[in-house]
């Protein structure tokens, strides 16, 4: 059994969750009539910066009530004329999509943008990862990701991205390392010198892996705690370097394999 595996799968989905109960953007402010001002009072002494707290469970709940608006960036909006949509893009539409004032029904009114994959990747769907750190370039840079963000804020929009955490592309760093038999990251990934049928993928003699959804995409080995700790790495780094505000989980079912099973399914691996 792989409890260990499940535990700290378990961990990582709480601390996505969790940090992203603390992303709030700042609500759209209401525009007002101009008053006649007295002469100002000193004013007060400023209150103390409250402590960080841990968000409750009514806190964590924000997108049990979101109305999300499901971007795949590449068919979205081109700005610069290459025939593929951009981040810039997404940002020139924010208005039509959200413009943040209340008092306005030209817009769709979402408070929530789920952006398909957008990290860098060699296929056009982008769940093949070779950088989780790094905007695909077509798409843009992440400088242009961080101001999509406080745009979206601007008008009380949260965004969330896919993050892919089964499987990695065969071209990721990672699993290019892995080939190798005597490396330090060749457990990151699930290898077999027998195993056979549907899954398994040949690389030479004697050597198979695992990848659920394809040759291009081997599975990582969540048996390694030092997997599980990378990806902790990226999923803070998206929280706080880039300013997401949450997640989609991508393929989360199929993280742990037991044998022949998958999600718990007998006799799915052969």
């Not at 780094?237 to 997640?247: A, I, Q």
């Amino acid at each position: 059994m792989r409890t260990r595996s499940r535990l700290l799968i378990s961990l990582l989905v709480v601390l996505v969750l969790t940090a992203c109960a603390r992303s709030a953007p700042p609500a759209p402010a209401a525009a007002t009539e101009p008053v006649a001002v007295s002469t100002p009072a000193a004013a007060p002494a400023a209150a103390p910066t409250p402590e960080p707290t841990i968000a409750t469970a009514d806190e964590a709940a924000w997108w049990l009530d979101a109305v999300f608006y499901e971007i795949f960036v590449r068919s979205f909006y081109d700005t610069d004329g290459d025939g593929v949509g951009d981040l810039k893009g997404v940002i020139e539409k924010l208005d039509y999509l959200n413009d943040g004032d209340p008092a306005t029904n030209s817009d769709l009114g979402i408070t929530g943008i789920w952006l398909m994959p957008v990290m860098q990747s060699p296929s056009y769907h982008g769940y093949d990862v070779v950088d989780y750190r790094t905007i695909d370039d077509e798409y843009g840079t992440n400088e242009d990701f961080q101001r999509l963000m406080e745009e979206a804020h601007k008008r009380g929009i949260r965004i969330i991205v896919d993050l892919v955490m089964n499987h990695t592309s065969v071209l990721h760093p990672w699993f290019v390392e892995s080939v190798k038999p005597d490396s330090p990251r060749r457990d990151w990934y699930v290898w077999s010198a027998d195993a056979t049928g549907a899954g398994w993928h040949d690389l030479g003699q004697d050597e198979r892996y695992y990848g659920y959804f394809g040759d291009h995409m081997p599975d990582l080995n969540y048996d390694n705690p030092e997997v599980t700790e990378a990806m902790y790495d990226i999923a803070r780094f998206w929280l706080e370097e880039m300013g997401v505000d949450g997640f989609r989980l991508d393929a989360i079912k199929y993280m742990v394999e037991e044998g022949k099973n998958i999600e718990s399914t007998p006799g799915t691996m052969e």
